[in-house]
């Protein structure tokens, strides 16, 4: 079955950077739109970069421009999310979401990121 397993999240210091990992399985990892979501506490899941394959084609929230990159290594059938500057309002719990070509939405776990001084 298709399983999302997000890593790499932790308490990080203001400025600081983290990457993220959804290691995925149980698909074919060559045509899919990968995204992550990130969900603070009190508010609404917001949808934060998405990457699409084949394509390479991504995406960002304007709130992350410039700070986060995300990117995929298909051969390890993994997505990642370099995020660099973080801020508190960074603070959240981020999820990992795939939309295969079948049309159906996968959820990871969530991993949750910290960032304060």
């Known amino acids: 079955q298709v ?6 999240g932790g308490l990080v ?3 600081g ?3 993220l990992s959804c290691a995925a399985s149980g698909f074919a990892f060559s045509s899919y739109v990968m995204s ?3 969900q603070a506490p009190g508010k609404e899941r917001e949808l934060v ?3 699409t394959s084949p394509s390479g084609r991504t995406t960002y929230t304007d ?5 986060f990159t ?14 660099n500057s973080l801020n508190p309002e960074d ?4 999820y990992c979401r795939a939309v295969l070509s079948t049309g159906n939405v996968y959820w990871g776990q969530g991993t949750q990121v910290a960032v304060s001084s």
């Not at 399983?3 to 790499?8: D, K, T």
């Not at 603070?91 to 981020?94: P, Q």
């Open 3 to 8: 399983q999302l397993v997000e890593s790499g």
């Open 13 to 15: 210091q203001p400025g």
């Open 17 to 19: 950077s983290l990457r």
């Open 36 to 38: 992550w979501y990130r």
């Open 49 to 51: 970069a998405t990457i």
């Open 63 to 67: 709130s992350v421009k410039g700070r």
């Open 70 to 83: 995300i990117s995929s290594d298909n051969a390890k059938n993994t997505v990642y999310l370099q995020m």
């Open 91 to 94: 603070t959240a719990v981020y």
